[in-house]
C-alpha cells in the first residue's frame, strides 16, 4: 500500500517569509496528490489536487500554490505567509486515475503556525 | 452537488458500550463511500469503505458500517468501545460530480469513550 512521507512535522514561521512544504509518495505510480488544509480540529478543506506531473487544479483562491515536479513529489509552497495561513496541513493521494473506488493514504500532517 | 452530513459534532459512550457515528450522503448516483479516524496531530487513517456489494462492510479496529440506500446513510459502529476509541471519524464520499477525483468530506464527529 502507499506510504505518504510529509515533512516538516511543525513549523513556525514569520508573517511575510515564504513557505515551502513536501510531501512524497512511495508505494505507487502516478497517484492523485491533494494538498488539505484543517483548521482547529475539524473539516477539511481541499486546496490542490494533481492527477499527473505538472498538473494542478486549485480549488480555493489563496495565498498558496502548489506544484508537482516529479510523480511522486506534491509540494506545497507560499511567497509571504499571512496569519490566516496557519493550521494543520495534509498530503494525500489516491490511486492511480481511473481507480476512483480506491480510498485515501494521508500524511502525517505539518501543524503550521505563522506570527 | 454531492454532499455528507455527519449530524452529531460530537457522541459520547462509556466503555464496553455499543457505539454508532452517524453519517447521511447526498449523491446523483450510486455513493462511493468510506470512513476515517484521525487521532490527534495525526492524518487520517482509512477505516472502511462501501462501493458496491453487501450492505454491512467491515474494517479496522472491529469497526462496521452499513450501507441504508432507502435512508441515504452510512453508520459506523462498533459493538463494543474502548478507550482508544477516541478521536475524529470523518466520513466521505467520492465526488464524481467533478469527475471523481476528488473527495468529500463530513465535518468530522468526535468520540468520546469513558472508561
Known amino acids: 500500500s502507499q506510504t505518504i512521507h510529509q515533512w516538516p512535522a511543525t513549523l513556525v514561521q514569520p508573517v511575510g517569509s515564504p513557505l515551502s512544504l513536501e510531501c512524497t509518495v512511495e508505494?505507487?505510480?502516478?497517484?492523485?496528490l491533494y494538498w488539505y488544509r484543517q483548521a482547529a480540529g475539524r473539516g477539511l478543506q481541499l486546496l490542490f489536487y494533481?492527477?499527473?506531473?505538472?498538473?494542478i487544479s486549485s480549488e480555493v483562491p489563496q495565498n498558496l500554490s502548489a506544484s508537482r515536479p516529479q510523480d511522486r513529489q506534491f509540494i506545497l509552497s507560499s511567497k509571504k505567509l499571512l496569519l490566516s495561513d496557519s493550521g494543520f496541513y495534509l498530503c494525500?493521494?489516491?490511486?492511480?486515475?481511473?481507480?476512483?473506488?480506491?480510498?485515501?493514504?494521508f500524511g502525517q500532517g505539518t501543524r503550521l503556525t505563522v506570527v | 452537488a454531492q454532499s455528507v452530513a455527519q449530524p452529531e459534532d460530537q457522541v459520547n459512550v462509556a466503555e464496553g458500550n455499543p457505539l454508532t457515528v452517524k453519517c447521511t450522503y447526498s449523491?446523483?448516483?450510486?455513493?462511493?463511500l468510506f470512513w476515517y479516524v484521525q487521532y490527534p496531530n495525526r492524518g487520517l487513517q482509512f477505516l472502511l469503505k462501501?462501493?458496491?456489494?453487501?450492505?454491512l462492510v467491515k474494517g479496522s479496529y472491529g469497526f462496521e458500517a452499513e450501507f441504508n440506500k432507502s435512508q441515504t446513510s452510512f453508520h459506523l459502529k462498533k459493538p463494543s468501545a474502548l478507550v482508544s476509541d477516541s478521536a475524529l471519524y470523518f466520513c466521505?464520499?467520492?465526488?464524481?460530480?467533478?469527475?471523481?477525483?476528488?473527495?468529500?468530506f463530513g465535518a468530522g464527529t468526535r468520540l468520546f469513550v469513558k472508561a
Open positions: 494525500a493521494c489516491t490511486g492511480t486515475g481511473g481507480t476512483l473506488n480506491t480510498e485515501a493514504f
Open positions: 508505494g505507487t505510480s502516478n497517484p492523485n
Open positions: 494533481s492527477v499527473g506531473i505538472g498538473q
Open positions: 449523491v446523483s448516483g450510486n455513493p462511493y
Open positions: 462501501y462501493i458496491t456489494g453487501d450492505n
Open positions: 466521505a464520499v467520492r465526488d464524481f460530480d467533478t469527475g471523481g477525483f476528488k473527495t468529500i
